[in-house]
């Protein structure tokens, strides 16, 4: 098990669309921690530390987003595990 930390940008139609609740109900589920939240710039930008394979299926759902969310392009990096989160939180 690789813990990684995963640091990824979205774009597109992802502000008022609930993509941050959707965001944070599937990091949730898969047991990883972090934050998501609003730009000023209208993407959105969500850091998250867990398993890579976890990691993994998160960016398969960022890149989908919820129903009404049109996601452009998603930009991410990787970077060693920090551990410096508690939670998953929607953050502004």
Known sequence: MALKTLH????????????RAFTRSKAKALGLKGFVRNLPD??????????????????EYLRQGPFFADVKDVKYTYSDYRGVYEDFEITY
């Open 8 to 19: 990824a940008f979205v774009s597109g139609k992802v502000q008022g669309v609930g993509y």
């Open 42 to 59: 209208g993407r959105v930008e969500v850091v998250a530390e867990g398993d890579e394979e976890k990691l993994e299926k998160l960016l």
